[in-house]
C-alpha cells in the first residue's frame, strides 16, 4: 500500500524514474562496452517451437555470443545477422553463436546437429564451424554465398550452391566448387566428387596419413584426397583411379602424395618422395593442361602416356612404355630436359642434368611392372605380352583364390559404402528440409520487420509524452 501511494502521490517523480530508466536501459545511452555485442535477432514463425537457451525464443529476439538455438520438429526459424548475412535454420537443429561480424570481425557459428542454409552477401567471410571440420563462406565476384550444412553425429554435409567456400581440416585447406556437395568426416572430404581418386586394387600393407593424423590402414574402394600421404609397407602394393580416368600403381616401400588434381582444367601435380610409380595417364587435350611428377631430384611432364619412376633421395630414374614423356632437374637453375620415347630410360642426378635417354628391353619393362602390380602377381617368366594377357584373362586356382579375397574386401567396402550412403541421404534430406522451409522463414521476417516498425513508433510516441512540457509534472 505504501509503494502505491508513493506511485499515485507523486506523478512527477513517477515520470522522472521512468524516463531515467529508459535512457539508461540499452539502447538508451548505456555503455555499449558494458554489455556484449548484439549478433542479430531470431525471427520465429507462427506454429514454430523455437527455443533459445533451453527457453522458449520469442519472435524478434535478440542474439548474443554464446546463444543456443533449437528448433523443434516441424519449426523453422531466420537469424538475421547485424553483418548482413542470414540463416534459415530446419527443424530439429541446434545452432551455436560464437561471434560477431561486422566491425567485431567475422560472423561464427557451430551447427551442433541438423542443418542451416547460410546466406553471405559480404566479401568478409562467415566461419561455420560443424563436428568434422571449419568451413568459411564468402561472395564471389560480387554475389551473395549461398551454402547448406547438415551435422548428424561425427559426420557433416556441406552444399555450395555458390560463393567461394573453404573447408578447414587436418591438412592443407581446400575449394569446394560452386555446384557441388561434399560429406566430411573428421575434417576430411568423404563424398560429393572432391577425392582426388580411389584404391581399386591392393596387396597390404599400406597406409595413409592425413595431416598431422597417425597412419591409418587404406583398404580396396576407399577414397584418396589431396594431400594425403600414402605408403607401402614391405610388399604392399596399391592401385589408386583418379578422377580424371588415369591410373596411379604404387610400388613396395615408396611415399606419394597426391598435391593437386583438377579435372575440368586437366592440371594434376604428384610427389613422389620414394619408391616406384606406375602411371596410366590420360591424354592431355585442354590448353593449359599438366601432369607432372616431382621426386627429390626431378619433375617429369606427362601429355598422356605410361611410364613408371623410381625415386631416391639423390637419384631419379624413369622409363617410357608409351608415348612420350619430359624430363629436367628438379633445380630450375640446372640446364637441359630429354624427352622419352617407347622403350626409353633416363637418369636425373642431384645437381645434374637428366642423362641420355637409352633404350630398355621389354623384360626389363615386364619386370618393373611387376613390381608396381597391385593385383595378384604374375607368374615369373613369359614376355610382356603374356603379363598383359593373364592380368586381363585370368585363371587357375591362384586367381579364384586371389578373386575370393578381393571379393570379401568388395563385400566389406561395399558395407561401408552403404551406411556413408545412408548417412548422406540423410543429410541431404535435411538439407533439403531447411531449404524448403526458407519461404515461410522469409514471411516471418517480413512480419517481423513490420512488428518491429510498429514497437519503434510506439516507444517514440511515449518517450514524446513523457518528455512534453505539457505531460503533468505533478508540480501542482
Not at 611415399?255 to 593437386?260: A, H, N
Not at 598422356?304 to 625415386?311: K, Q, R
Not at 561395399?414 to 541431404?428: E, H, K, M
Amino acid at each position: 500500500m505504501m509503494g502505491r501511494k508513493i506511485m499515485t502521490g507523486g506523478k512527477g517523480w513517477g515520470a522522472v524514474t521512468l524516463l531515467a530508466v529508459l535512457l539508461s536501459s540499452q539502447g538508451f545511452g548505456a555503455d555499449a562496452r558494458k554489455a556484449p555485442r548484439a549478433l542479430g535477432t531470431v525471427l520465429v514463425g507462427a506454429a514454430s517451437t523455437v527455443l533459445l537457451n533451453g527457453a522458449p525464443a520469442l519472435h524478434g529476439t535478440t542474439l548474443y555470443p554464446g546463444d543456443v538455438l533449437e528448433t523443434r520438429a516441424g519449426s523453422t526459424a531466420v537469424v538475421r545477422l547485424r553483418s548482413g548475412a542470414s540463416l534459415t535454420v530446419a527443424e530439429k537443429s541446434e545452432v551455436a553463436m560464437e561471434g560477431a561480424g561486422g566491425e567485431a570481425g567475422a560472423d561464427k557459428m557451430t551447427l551442433r546437429r541438423g542443418a542451416f542454409a547460410l546466406r553471405n552477401p559480404l566479401s568478409q567471410p562467415a566461419w561455420v564451424f560443424l563436428p568434422a571440420a571449419a568451413v568459411l563462406v564468402h561472395d564471389e565476384a560480387g554475389l551473395p554465398a549461398t551454402c547448406r550444412f547438415a551435422a548428424l553425429g561425427k559426420n557433416s554435409a556441406v552444399a555450395n550452391d555458390r560463393g567461394h567456400v573453404e573447408i578447414h581440416g587436418p591438412g592443407a585447406p581446400w575449394i569446394l566448387p560452386a555446384g557441388h556437395t561434399t560429406a566430411l568426416e573428421a575434417g576430411l572430404p568423404q563424398a560429393g566428387g572432391q577425392a582426388a581418386g580411389t584404391v581399386s586394387a591392393a596387396i597390404p600393407a599400406e597406409t595413409v596419413q592425413r595431416g598431422q593424423s597417425p597412419p591409418s590402414p587404406l583398404g580396396l574402394q576407399a577414397n584418396v584426397y589431396f594431400q594425403d600421404l600414402v605408403r607401402t609397407l614391405n610388399t604392399g602394393r596399391v592401385r589408386i583411379a583418379l578422377l580424371d580416368g588415369s591410373f596411379l600403381n604404387i610400388g613396395a616401400r615408396s611415399e606419394m602424395r597426391i598435391v593437386k588434381q583438377d579435372v575440368q582444367s586437366q592440371q594434376t601435380a604428384i610427389e613422389l618422395t620414394a619408391g616406384k610409380l606406375r602411371g596410366q595417364v590420360q591424354k592431355i587435350t585442354k590448353q593449359g593442361g599438366s601432369f607432372e611428377v616431382t621426386t627429390p631430384t626431378a619433375v617429369i611432364g606427362v601429355v598422356g602416356t605410361h611410364l613408371i619412376i623410381s625415386a631416391e633421395a639423390r637419384r631419379t630414374r624413369v622409363w617410357c612404355l608409351e608415348g612420350e614423356v619430359t624430363v629436367r632437374n628438379r633445380n630450375v637453375s640446372v640446364k637441359g630436359v630429354v624427352h622419352l620415347h617407347a622403350g626409353q630410360y633416363t637418369v636425373v642426378t642431384a645437381e645434374q642434368p637428366p642423362g641420355d635417354a637409352t633404350n630398355v628391353s621389354p623384360d626389363v619393362l615386364q619386370a618393373l611392372i611387376n613390381q608396381t602390380d597391385a593385383t595378384v602377381p604374375p607368374p615369373a617368366g613369359g614376355t610382356l605380352g603374356n603379363f598383359l594377357h593373364a592380368a586381363v584373362v585370368g585363371a587357375g586356382v591362384g586367381s579364384a583364390i586371389g578373386a575370393g579375397v578381393a571379393m570379401s574386401r568388395a563385400n566389406n567396402a561395399a558395407a561401408q559404402l552403404d551406411q556413408a550412403g545412408t548417412i548422406l541421404n540423410d543429410a541431404t534430406t535435411t538439407l533439403n528440409n531447411a531449404n524448403g522451409n526458407s519461404t515461410n522463414a522469409v514471411n516471418a521476417a517480413n512480419s517481423a520487420n513490420q512488428a518491429a516498425s510498429t514497437a519503434t513508433s510506439i516507444q517514440s510516441g511515449i518517450l514524446q509524452i513523457i518528455v512534453s512540457p505539457t505531460y503533468p509534472c505533478g508540480c501542482h
